[in-house]
Nanobody
Framework: VQLQASGGGSVQPGGSLRLSCEAS????????IGWFHQAPGKEREAVSC????????YYADSVKGRFTISRDNAKNTVYLQMNSLKPEDTAVYYC???????????WGQGTLVTVSS
């Protein structure tokens, strides 16, 4: 049972990346999925999340209008499309699966995003 976060890399400011969060060993259908990031020396912060049905989404103010979260339950995967990336988006990005209990039950291992010229 695990989440696999992938898609990170190095891009220039203004560039784009798409992160993926794929589940194995369990079905994502019943979980709200959240993306978080953690920059060096800082606490982990919520970036975006999507409800189990996909009908509700949340975005941190810092990413509104630039990031889009989506899910493909048939592929057991949640995506985070990141456009117009800024140096301050540089961080390790983690995905987590929150159950009906309201707590995150599973976490991905993190994928590094570096935005630099």
């Amino acid at each position: 049972v695990q989440l696999q976060a992938s898609g990170g890399g190095s891009v220039q400011p203004g560039g784009s990346l798409r992160l993926s969060c794929e589940a194995s060993g369990f079905t994502l259908d019943d979980y709200t999925i959240g993306w978080f990031h953690q920059a060096p020396g800082k606490e982990r912060e919520a970036v975006s999340c999507i409800s189990a049905s996909g009908g509700s989404t949340y975005y941190a103010d810092s990413v509104k209008g630039r990031f889009t979260i989506s899910r493909d339950n048939a592929k057991n995967t949640v995506y985070l499309q990141m456009n117009s990336l800024k140096p301050e988006d540089t961080a390790v990005y983690y995905c987590g699966a929150m159950s009906y209990r309201g707590r995150y039950e599973y976490w991905g291992q993190g994928t590094l995003v570096t935005v630099s010229s």
